[in-house]
């Protein structure tokens, strides 16, 4: 379980308690609605700030900083969840009580934090510009990380078609030419703007109680020139209508990307069901896509599912010699019917549920994994504890998944193949 507390307003804390581990976490998120214009410079400031601050100017100073504190690391964290974008840090560092003597690491922690936040290095007013250019190299190479993994690429160009009217059609990192017009000044203006306007999500894993944790982040704001603007609410897909794509690269292997839409979410009572029927789907390595149309039929050389709860939308991903994409394609329509039809055997339905509580038993075990799960579910507005969830998982049943695979229909198709 979590506890809430509200900063001041748009700033709000959730600390989650525990005293099993000798590594803390704490992270700070800027929240925004995810908008294709300022996606890029989003992505990119977070990594500009973590290059140097007024009392630590550069890398060398921050990582000697962080070895002081026991090792400490703070990274960027850029997520996207649903409609929103998120900027910000995320904090590791080893819990006061296993540190020598008198040493203290979380105080000092938190006001690096805040160094990060309210006192970057500037040159002439804004960011530095070797600093900026720096990271727009870095995020250009991640961007083209992606392109490179063609199951990723794929699955990024399914999004795009079938999303293009809705905001999960938007690149988390924005795209490269947006990072080529960012400059040193803009990114910085854009940044007071963040600061001003943006919902602030903290999130805290240690064995401090939340009031202490308060008490400690409220200095990090105070004074800071706030004009808060609500976040819209999340929505549910936004249909630009059904799509059929087909792209060519110099590719050995075809990549054949499928979209499904179902009204079931994170925010109807099946939403943990269809979590079900995507395991037994194909979630996983004894789902039906990938016992059958894999290991049986050697369609393919790998195939499987995922499910988006926010926005309702079901994909299916799969890797095989480029003519065998429409035989493909028909084998997961074929898949789908069974389940429609409820043939789903025993041993199936078990073995996604045991699969599905094996992810959510882990999750308690690391810091980060709780943090995760927790803010975003937050934004998401997916309320479900951990314990709730299993519990749901515990008592789903074949007739339910029948009747969300009905649900299921085919909006959308991507195909990467070769030039030949």
């Given at each position: 379980m979590t506890e809430t507390i509200t900063l001041q307003p748009g700033i709000d804390l959730r600390c989650c308690t525990d005293t099993r581990f000798k590594t803390n976490c704490l992270s700070l998120q800027l929240v925004r609605p995810m908008r294709r214009e300022e996606a890029s410079a989003n992505a990119l400031v977070s990594a500009v700030l973590l290059r140097g601050t007024e009392n630590y100017p550069d890398l060398r100073?921050?990582?000697?900083?962080?070895?002081?504190?026991?090792?400490?690391?703070v990274g960027s964290l850029v997520r996207r969840v649903g409609d929103y974008q998120t900027t910000g840090f995320?904090?590791?560092?080893?819990?006061d009580r296993y540190a020598l003597g008198d040493d203290q690491i979380l105080v000092p922690v938190v006001d690096f934090l805040k160094e990060l936040l309210r006192k970057p290095r500037l040159e002439k007013g804004v960011f530095c510009e070797s600093y900026v250019e720096g990271e727009k190299r870095n995020l250009l190479a991640a961007i083209e990380a992606q392109k490179n993994d063609k199951r990723v690429y794929a699955s990024s160009q399914l999004m795009k078609y079938m999303c293009a009217q809705d905001p999960t059609g938007i690149p988390r990192l924005g795209e490269p030419e947006q990072v080529r017009a960012l400059n040193a000044g803009g990114l910085y203006s854009h940044y007071q703007r963040l600061l001003r306007e943006s919902r602030i999500d903290l999130f805290y894993v240690g064995s401090q109680k939340p009031e202490y944790i308060a008490q400690l982040l409220m200095p990090v704001f105070q004074g800071m020139d706030r004009n808060y603007v609500n976040l819209p609410e999340q929505t549910?897909?936004?249909?630009?209508?059904?799509?059929?794509?087909?792209?060519?690269?110099?590719?050995?292997?075809?990549?054949?990307?499928?979209g499904f839409v179902t009204e079931s979410t994170l925010?109807?009572?099946?939403?943990v069901?269809?979590?079900?029927?995507?395991?037994?789907?194909?979630?996983?390595?004894?789902?039906?896509?990938?016992?059958?149309?894999?290991?049986?039929?050697?369609?393919?050389?790998?195939?499987?599912s995922s499910y988006q709860g926010g926005k309702g939308i079901l994909t299916v991903g799969a890797g095989m010699d480029h003519h065998m994409a429409e035989t493909v394609e028909k084998e997961v329509l074929c898949q789908l019917e069974s389940c429609r039809r409820g043939e789903i055997t025993p041993a199936e339905l078990e073995s996604?549920?045991?699969?599905?509580?094996?992810?959510?038993?882990?999750?308690?075990?690391?810091?980060s994994s709780l943090e995760n799960y927790y803010s975003t579910g937050a934004l998401s507005g997916m309320n479900l504890t951990i314990g709730e969830?299993?519990?749901?998982?515990?008592?789903?049943?074949?007739?339910?998944?029948?009747?969300?695979?009905?649900?299921?229909?085919?909006?959308?198709?991507?195909?990467?193949k070769g030039v030949q």
């Open positions: 100073d921050i990582t000697l900083h962080l070895d002081d504190l026991y090792g400490a690391t995320y904090c590791s560092f080893t819990e549910t897909f936004c249909d630009g209508g059904k799509t059929r794509q087909e792209e060519r690269m110099e590719v050995t292997q075809g990549k054949l990307q499928m925010n109807t009572p099946d939403f069901p269809m979590q079900v029927l995507n395991t037994v789907f194909g979630g996983g390595m004894t789902s039906k896509l990938f016992m059958n149309v894999r290991e049986k039929m050697s369609l393919c050389y790998d195939i499987g996604a549920k045991a699969s599905l509580l094996s992810s959510l038993r882990a999750i308690p075990d690391s810091p969830y299993m519990d749901q998982v515990g008592t789903v049943t074949v007739e339910q998944l029948a009747r969300l695979a009905q649900s299921l229909e085919l909006h959308s198709v991507f195909l990467l």
